[in-house]
């Protein structure tokens, strides 16, 4: 394996040149035989090298089992290589991303169009859209500006009847140019960047990034800081779960669970702002460590709020699966059966509900995760209702969480400010934040400064799950489906 | 049945009496807007103008005075943290709307002068039922959320005559976040030009007043711009308190003792 590919672990740094680089066609075997085998795709990128304007394609791998990463390279000959989607549909977006950066052409690609439209040059939502043709089959387009306060993304329904055939989900009018703000050194607005990668995650999108900044340096953050960022991240999945149980019971019409959540939710925003001054944990995480402590004495209101907050939402909860007609709408509504989440690529919540056994927490665990376990929750029917119940067991177990590691905060500083970063090296860090595994890389170049930042968001696993759950449903249910994912159109465009 | 009725009951009346009864405290580490206290800035030291990621802080030159400009402030307080002297001060006042883009610069001498809201045939129109559209240009759903919280029982935003509608022919006017992306442009004039006149913008969150922390990215268009714009928000993202005061102020629902035109901070 190991002159195949490099193995390391989340959240460690090594040396570029020991990641093995292949020819396209050794690259691909090896690739295609790791992912048969059951690894998945964690990230696939280029970043530009020399003055010749090619590309180096780097993939990393996850091996769930073994709590390992696998790192391979290769470079392609020419302007085009083969796609390997057909075989592998995870890669279909990765493919189209790095035709789009970097002008090479995945030949064979089945669906090769824009991601992002990120130079204007193309207006954004434009091309070949899938089609249905026949008798009585109408396209039904929805987007970019939608009928509520949601950020634009175009969705093209082919519908026969009320019967949706196939979606197509066209995005990147979010396109705010991040990755490449945060590649090259010493952007003073990186951080602060990286919060607003998907502001419903900042606390997951910055520690990632920051984890990759304290890899690179060799300087792990002071335990204290690590505590508190795990409690940021369980309370960010928290508010974010508790308020898509209230939009999941707003969208099959049950008024009292989505009003009652609509509120908890913000209970939970501000816990997080009882921490560090803001409802969505801005100015908390920073490379080294974190600006907020957590004194005793706001660790006891903490603690009094969440004790309320859980009676609430628990109470709204149980009233929402104790309803008959909820629970009829919900169930057999948006299936993903296990073996189609698994060859998505999906992540997160919504790959669990599929029976998908992988949560960075457990499976590739950082800071404080390493030594305070919390439990994987699964279901197995891949449906709304599984979707929505997996996010009920895990917010009793972040609330478990939080009050344990409350109790066990350990005593030291805030920050050890990371020194220079190590020349020539590359650092994965992966969170689990409340959608999922968010997966930041980082290269460093000779000189020590970062040349390329690659961000992964969970919703660029999971667009094409969503597509799938809308196979042969009423259109009407789009809404319910949609939410069941709640995925990022920012965090997808970037 | 039943059972619902018992979860209301234990769930209670949740909607706060704001604006007629002082609204929830802001918590103790609010992020709130920083003005620099020039008479305690140590002789030609410029840390914070420095610190700052969005360059939010100016100096008047050939003045000691050192302005903050709201509209692109993110108020992440590196500005705080690298005041040698202890200078800067975060006030924890969360009002901070103001009809025009030039009131968000503020300085010791300074005051933010809030907004006072739509007046004469506009008020009388929109002034009991302001029907809006919100359009997310580049917004990263911070600020998107923090509206979508007003919608929620514990602030009803209904009970103001406010309500966010589905399409701009039911729309009064739009309120905007992001950056306004380039891939955003069209969608965002189209929108507008489709809301029957009159009508009134609102921009909230520094992106879609400054660009925010997107400001001078090729793919942003540094926030709104070539068309009127009625109120500004601040914040990045703005607390909904914020985004609820500057709304109210608009449509001039405000009880008069809770409605001091401008803000005491700046008089310290």
């Known amino acids: 394996m190991s002159n195949e590919m490099l193995m390391t672990r989340n959240v460690c740094a090594v040396p570029r040149d020991r990641i093995p680089k292949h020819d396209m066609a050794s690259f691909q075997r090896i690739a295609g035989r790791a992912l048969n085998a059951g690894l998945r795709v964690v990230s696939w990128f280029g970043n530009a090298t020399g003055a010749d304007g090619g590309a180096e394609l780097t993939m990393v791998l996850a091996d769930d089992a073994d709590s390992q990463l696998g790192i391979l390279s290769t470079r392609p000959e020419g302007a085009t290589f083969p796609s390997m989607t057909p075989a592998h549909s995870q890669l279909h977006l990765f493919e189209r991303e790095i035709a789009e950066q970097f002008g090479l052409t995945p030949a064979g690609h089945p669906w090769l169009k824009p991601v992002r439209y990120p130079d204007g040059s193309v207006p954004a939502g434009t091309g070949d859209f899938y089609r249905v043709e026949g008798d009585d089959i109408h396209e039904v387009a929805v987007g970019p500006v939608h009928a509520g306060i949601i950020e634009p993304g175009h969705f093209r329904f082919q519908c026969h009847g009320e019967e949706v055939f196939h979606l197509e989900i066209a995005l990147g009018y979010q396109h705010r140019g991040i990755e490449a703000a945060l590649g090259g050194d010493g952007n003073p607005r990186a951080v602060h960047l990286a919060e607003t990668i998907a502001g419903d995650t900042s606390i997951g999108h910055a520690t990632a990034y920051c984890q990759t900044r304290e890899a690179l340096s060799g300087q792990e953050p002071p335990f204290r800081a690590q505590a508190i960022r795990a409690m940021l991240l369980e309370l960010e999945r928290l508010a974010n779960h508790v308020g898509d149980l209230g939009a999941l019971s707003g969208d099959v019409a049950f008024l009292p669970t989505a009003s009652f959540n609509g509120r908890i939710r913000g209970d939970f925003l501000n816990m997080t702002a009882l921490f560090c001054g803001n409802r969505f944990g801005r100015a908390a995480v920073r490379p080294g460590g974190v600006l907020c402590d957590l004194e005793y004495a706001r660790s006891r209101k903490l603690l009094a709020a969440l004790e309320q907050g859980f009676n609430d939402v628990q109470n709204a ?178 | 049945m039943i059972k619902a009725l018992k979860a209301r009951w234990f769930q209670k009346y949740r909607t706060m009496k704001y604006p007629l009864a002082p609204p929830p405290p802001v918590p103790d580490r609010f992020h709130g807007m920083p003005l620099v206290q020039s008479d305690r800035c140590r002789k030609d030291c410029d840390a914070c103008i420095q610190a700052c990621p969005v360059q939010a802080l100016e100096r008047i030159p050939g003045s000691p005075l050192i302005l903050t400009d709201l509209g692109r402030c993110i108020f992440c307080g590196a500005c705080e943290a690298a005041c040698p002297s202890g200078a800067i001060f975060r006030d924890k006042d969360y009002r901070l709307s103001t009809d025009k883009r030039d009131d968000l610069i503020v300085s010791q001498e300074r005051q933010l002068p809030l907004a006072c809201g739509m007046s004469g045939e506009l008020h009388r129109l929109l002034g009991r039922s302001l029907k809006l559209r919100q359009v997310s240009a580049g917004g990263c759903n911070a600020c998107e959320a923090d509206v979508n919280v007003l919608g929620t029982l514990a602030w009803d935003l209904g009970r103001f005559g406010i309500q966010f509608v589905a399409s701009p022919r039911h729309a009064d006017g739009m309120l905007v976040t992001g950056p306004v992306t380039r891939n955003m442009a069209s969608a965002l004039k189209d929108t507008y030009d489709a809301i029957p006149a009159p009508k009134i913008v609102i921009v909230t969150g520094a992106c879609a007043i400054s660009g925010g922390l997107f400001r001078g990215q090729p793919e942003c268009n540094d926030g709104l711009h070539g068309i009127p714009v009625d109120l500004y928000i601040p914040g990045c993202p703005p607390h909904p308190l914020t985004i609820l005061d500057g709304l109210l102020r608009l449509i001039r629902r405000l009880p008069p003792d809770a409605d001091p035109s401008t803000t005491t901070a700046a008089k310290r």
Not at chain 1, 344 to 367: K, Y
Not at chain 1, 390 to 398: A, D, G, K, N, T
């Open chain 1, 317 to 494: 909860v149980e009233l929402l699966f104790d309803t008959p007609s909820v629970l009829a709408r919900f169930e057999h509504t948006g299936t993903v059966p296990a073996a189609v989440a698994a060859a998505l690529g999906a992540v997160g919540p919504a790959a669990r509900a599929s029976g998908q056994r992988q949560d960075i927490r457990c499976n590739h665990p950082s800071g404080l995760f390493r030594f305070a376990q919390i439990p994987m929750m699964t279901c197995e029917t891949g449906d709304v209702f599984a979707r929505a119940y997996v996010r009920w067991l895990e917010i009793q177990h972040s609330v478990r969480f939080i009050k344990e590691a409350a109790a066990d905060l350990p005593d030291g500083p805030l920050m050890s400010a990371p020194g220079a970063l190590k020349p020539n090296h590359l650092a994965v860090a992966m969170v689990e934040g409340w959608r999922g595994q968010i997966t930041h890389v980082a290269l460093t170049d000779a000189a020590g400064k970062v040349c390329r930042h690659k961000i992964t968001d969970p919703s660029f696993h999971n667009w094409p799950l969503l597509a799938y759950a809308l196979r042969n449903q009423q259109i009407s249910d789009f809404p319910l489906c949609n939410k069941s994912f709640n995925l990022s159109y920012c965090g997808h465009d970037l």
